[in-house]
Every structure is written in C-alpha cells, then in structure tokens.
C-alpha cells in the first residue's frame, strides 16, 4: 500500500530550463509535505517543505505546490543546474502522529550541460 | 556542527549471518530514526526513539530484527540472521524533536549485501 508515489522514476532536463517533479499521495491525513535529495553515497537531505494551509512555497530556485484536492504535490526547480542531478524523494506527514515520514519511491533527476 | 554518524560504511554477509550497524546522532537530538531503503524504493521507517524510549517500530521485523538506544544517544540496529531480501542501505536519521515538522538529518548510511 503506497500512500505516497512518485510514478517518474527518472527526469532529463536541460540545464537552465525548468524542472518539474510529482508526487501523489492517498492518504488524507497528512498535512505536512517535504522534498529530500539524495547524491550518490550520501544520506537524503532536507530541501523543501510545505504545510496544508499553503498552496505554495518558495526558497531561491525551488518552489512546490499543492493541490489538496487532487492530494498532489510538485516541485520546480528554475533553472535547472547540473548540481541538481540527484535523487529526489517526496515525503509526507500527518500533525497527529508525530514525525514519522513516509517517503514516495524517488525521481531520479538528470540536469544536462 | 557534527552530522549524523554511522557505521560500517559497506556490509557484505551470507544468509542466515548476524550483523549489527551503528549509529551516533547530531548531539542533543531527542528523537532518532532507522529506516531501511531498497534499491529503487523510497526509505522505510523501521523504528523511532524519543530518547532511549521507543515510540514506534510497527514496521520493524521483530523475529529478526532489533535496536537499542543506549542511553539516549547512540544507537545499534541489529539483524539475526539475516535473510537475502534484507539487502539494503540503512539509514540513521535524527531530529531535535517529534514535532510533525522536525527536520530530519540522515547519515551516510550502511550498505548491506546479503549473499
């Protein structure tokens, strides 16, 4: 049962342009939303996160939205660097019951020279 | 600041083998996490201290599978024995508290191959 899915297991885009990651989740009581990234050998790192009484969040080059209707999260990257080419993992959390993250599968993110 | 230590870096044992991995988190953070990741999967949360308390480990094997967090700081994760399927990176995680938006600070990791 995936309460979150990322269903791009891999994104190629050239650099300078924009970079557009999904996310979808199921279950309705999460109310907290992150973005993680991961480099090769390294542990995820938080990037990016946003609450349900948003609709978007905004930090330099990367943005997310949400869609509570559609229970749908992305995130932009503009411009798109090649030291962005990471793992990306969408992660989500309910108020209620602490925090404990259940994380999407990832979306493999490929920035272009 | 220091991050989240762990170790052994890599892990290569045969089925039915024990192995243990360690953990050291970011000095003065309460809550500490296991989570194990899959080739191609997102990580799962395997258990969750606050301190040396567990407050979650719904998810963790309990036939094979058991932590400890020694005094409220470091932390071992243990599988006995091991079985193919348990091939993994495992990641150690820690956060200032249990609030729902507590940033979560992840190690390295530790690699296991189960042959």
């Known amino acids: 049962d995936q309460q979150v899915k990322q269903n791009s297991p891999s994104l190629s885009v050239q650099e300078g342009r924009i970079s557009i990651l999904n996310c979808d989740y199921t279950?309705?009581?999460?109310?907290?939303f992150l973005w993680y990234k991961k480099y090769p050998a390294e542990g995820p790192t938080f990037l990016i996160s946003?609450?349900?009484?948003?609709d978007k969040n905004e930090d330099g080059r990367f943005t997310v939205f949400l869609n509570k209707s559609a229970k749908h999260l992305s995130l932009h990257i503009v411009p798109s660097q090649p030291g962005d080419s990471a793992v990306y993992f969408c992660?989500?959390?309910?108020?209620?019951?602490?925090?404990?993250?259940?994380f999407g599968g990832g979306t493999r993110l490929m920035v272009k020279p | 600041e220091a991050g989240v230590a762990q170790s052994p870096r890599y892990k290569i044992i045969e089925k039915r083998q024990s192995v243990a991995f360690w953990c050291n988190p970011i000095s003065g953070h309460a809550t500490l996490y296991w989570y194990q990741q899959i080739l191609g999967q997102g990580p799962k949360l395997l258990i969750q201290?606050?301190?040396?308390?567990?407050?979650?480990d719904s998810q963790l094997p309990k036939d094979r599978f058991s932590a400890e967090r020694l005094k409220g700081v470091d932390s071992t994760l243990k599988i006995q024995p091991a079985k193919l399927e348990d091939s993994a990176v495992y990641l150690c995680a820690s956060s200032l508290g249990r609030g729902y938006n507590e940033k979560l600070f992840f190690g390295s990791g530790t690699q296991l191959s189960v042959l």
């Open positions: 946003i609450s349900s009484i948003k």
């Open positions: 992660a989500a959390s309910a108020s209620n019951a602490g925090n404990m993250l259940t």
């Open positions: 201290f606050q301190n040396n308390g567990v407050v979650d």
């Open positions: 279950n309705s009581m999460f109310d907290y």
